[in-house]
């Protein structure tokens, strides 16, 4: 049986709603992780047993990726400055946008297909010796190195532990943008046309740049792909700014 971190829509939604506090995060996730180690494993096959939108066809989707036109701010290069800025909502954000949503871990996270490089099955993973935990390596894929990121350790580092990383089943990894950084993804689960008004924002004052905001219907964290490439360049996880 799968032993999945979030087994029910309340332990989702505080989850998510405390990434978007501006509190520090060891004080926001406190209840969390209390409730976290109250869900039993029992729920989780009522869960299994729900309705689930159908998977998306790998050669499907890297189609509508390629027609997308990637937006030429993705492709700046990274200052070499302390911290990583905030910036507005990015211009992939507007009017109506598709998003690609994936499963980590029981977590739903999604991505905007205009800022999607890629989707890739996984495949040999080469390890490298002194990069962060988080760093599982580089995929070769058609002569392209792609660096491969354990999506659940760099997003819920606090959570992460031997039982946790013993469920995980990585089958897919989706690069970001024109960049080689790859997120690691155990089910694709659909793509869904937003709008704004779908999402709760987070304020530019936000501890993690990485998250845009929560789509609010679907209790899933949506990415901002410009700030987590600014993360990942410099070697910080999802705590950092």
């Not at 309340?10 to 209840?31: I, M, N, W």
């Not at 002569?143 to 350790?153: G, S």
Request: charged share 25%; hydrophobic share 40%.
């Amino acid at each position: 049986m799968s032993k999945q971190l979030f087994a029910n829509e309340k332990v989702v939604t505080q989850y998510l709603g405390a990434l978007l506090s501006d509190d520090e995060p060891t004080k926001d996730l406190e209840p969390v992780a209390k409730l976290l180690q109250q869900v039993a494993y029992e729920e989780e096959q009522k869960e299994q047993s729900l309705q689930v939108e159908p998977v998306v066809e790998v050669e499907k989707l890297n189609e509508q990726v390629t027609s997308l036109e990637i937006e030429s701010h993705q492709a700046q290069q990274l200052e070499p400055e302390h911290d990583v800025a905030l910036g507005n909502v990015a211009e992939y954000f507007d009017g109506e946008f598709q998003a690609l949503f994936f499963e980590v871990a029981g977590l739903t996270l999604a991505v905007p297909l205009k800022a999607l490089g890629g989707i890739h099955e996984l495949g040999e993973v080469n390890h490298l010796f002194g990069k962060p935990k988080w760093f599982k390596g580089v995929m070769i894929n058609r002569e392209e190195k792609l660096n491969v990121v354990d999506t659940a350790r760099w997003v819920m580092p606090e959570k992460y532990d031997e039982q946790l990383e013993a469920s995980l089943n990585y089958q897919y990894l989706i690069t970001l943008g024109d960049s080689q950084w790859g997120l690691l993804a155990e089910k694709l689960i659909n793509n869904i046309t937003l709008s704004k008004e779908d999402v709760k924002w987070r304020t530019n004052n936000s501890k993690r740049p990485w998250l845009a905001g929560v789509i609010k219907e679907k209790m899933c964290a949506l990415i901002d792909v410009n700030n987590l490439n600014a993360l990942l360049e410099k070697g910080l996880d999802s705590r950092h700014k």
